[in-house]
């Protein structure tokens, strides 16, 4: 009799578990994309996450969320120069984010403007000249990649500092993804543990968005896949080459 009693508690409790990881408010995501006119999408998303708290140090309140569009870098911060991984983490304003960018590739880059005094072409045809015509800029005329990899890791922080931080959701701007297996956001939690994959819509020289908001702050990482190949070669059937603009993020909050 006690071997079933005990049969029957851990058939019990294994439901019970499964139920309240089912049910945590936490990995109940909310997923926003569009492609083509991407600018309600964008709009939505940023009401879910609250106000824009800008560029100041330290952590403003439990929501609201932090931009970067990358059109405020200067000429010696963007193409051919590498682009600095915690750039937008720091210590003063406007730039105190909250985000660190990283890659397993050589480096991170931004793209010249068309006004750089290097003559460097613009849309990251410094790296292959083909780029100029299928990447259009969605804000402004700066874009950014990685280099050397289609893969970026972003973590979050509290803004301008090192402590680690996790926000309610990522979202962002592609430019020129012709697959829709070819672009994606993981998201992982302080403790590494995967929160799920999430691919975008594609449009072949055009923009896609996708933004996922989660009912708390919970994400520290976020692992980006651009396209299928890392910048370089020319886009062909077999070679999906992207890059991103704009990104929005929820206020960081001081890791647990």
């Known amino acids: 009799m006690k071997k079933y009693c005990f049969l029957l508690f851990a058939i019990v409790w294994s439901v019970f578990a499964v139920s309240c990881e089912k049910d945590d408010p936490g990995l109940n995501p909310e997923v926003i994309k569009a492609s083509g006119n991407i600018q309600a999408a964008i709009d939505e998303y940023k009401a879910l996450l609250g106000a824009d708290n800008g560029g100041d140090p330290g952590t403003k309140g439990l929501t609201g969320y932090r931009e970067i569009n990358w059109d405020g870098l200067s000429d010696a911060e963007s193409a051919p120069n590498a682009y600095a991984p915690d750039l937008f983490n720091s210590p003063t304003a406007p730039r105190a984010r909250g985000i660190v960018i990283n890659t397993p590739g050589t480096s991170l880059m931004v793209s010249a403007d068309n006004s750089n005094p290097t003559?460097?072409?613009?849309?990251?045809?410094?790296?292959?000249?083909?780029?100029?015509?299928?990447?259009?800029?969605?804000?402004?005329?700066?874009?950014?990649?990685?280099?050397?990899?289609?893969?970026?890791?972003?973590?979050?922080?509290?803004?301008?500092?090192?402590?680690?931080?996790?926000?309610?959701?990522?979202?962002?701007?592609?430019?020129?993804?012709?697959?829709?297996?070819?672009?994606?956001?993981?998201?992982?939690?302080?403790?590494?543990k995967s929160l799920g994959v999430y691919g975008t819509p594609a449009l072949n020289e055009g923009h896609v968005f996708l933004g996922v908001i989660f009912d708390k702050a919970i994400v520290h990482r976020v692992r980006v896949e651009y396209g299928n190949s890392a910048l370089g070669p020319n886009e062909s059937n077999t070679v999906d080459v992207s890059v991103m603009d704009n990104f929005i993020f929820g206020e960081p909050q001081e890791a647990q």
Do not use: H, M, Q, W
């Open 119 to 192: 003559g460097t072409l613009p849309g990251f045809g410094n790296i292959n000249p083909t780029y100029t015509a299928i990447f259009p800029p969605f804000s402004g005329e700066r874009l950014f990649s990685p280099v050397g990899s289609n893969i970026a890791d972003i973590r979050f922080y509290v803004p301008g500092s090192t402590t680690k931080a996790v926000v309610r959701g990522f979202g962002a701007v592609y430019v020129d993804v012709d697959r829709l297996e070819n672009a994606a956001f993981e998201y992982f939690d302080i403790n590494n």
